[in-house]
Nanobody
Framework: VQLQASGGGLVQAGDSLRLSCAAS????????MGWFRQAPGKEREFVAA????????YYADSVKGRFTISRDNAKNTMYLQMNSLKPEDTAVYYC??????????????????????WGQGTLVTVSS
């Protein structure tokens, strides 16, 4: 499956932003999906994941309560609604399709190694 992330931009602290991830070339609903981010000079980190049907979600502690992951399988699109943004949320955000089941993904926490297809990334910059 091919993935295309979009929606990044420059915002101020406290603002909101919604990222989108459009999928093509595969059966989108067959994939557990996730978002990762990589800040300048730091390693890539997990942000959020969503099960194939969208009923189950999982978040990194750093974004829990502020970010919401969702998907629309009819539109082959995943979203990341980001509220109350902080300067430390500044990063390139990547969407990815998992190669493992939801159950396997949470043992113990999602890893980039569990994802096989990646989008090109979209830059989110949060100014203070």
């Amino acid at each position: 499956v091919q993935l295309q992330a979009s929606g990044g931009g420059l915002v101020q602290a406290g603002d909101s932003l919604r990222l989108s991830c459009a999928a093509s070339g595969g059966i989108f609903s067959n994939y557990v999906m996730g978002w990762f981010r990589q800040a300048p000079g730091k390693e890539r980190e997990f942000v959020a994941a969503i099960s194939m049907g969208g009923l189950n979600t999982y978040y990194a502690d750093s974004v829990k309560g502020r970010f919401t992951i969702s998907r629309d399988n009819a539109k082959n699109t995943m979203y990341l609604q980001m509220n109350s943004l902080k300067p430390e949320d500044t990063a390139v955000y990547y969407c990815a399709a998992a190669t493992v089941t939801w159950r396997r993904l949470l043992r113990p926490t999602p890893s980039g190694a569990d994802f096989g297809s990646w989008g090109q990334g979209t830059l989110v910059t949060v100014s203070s």
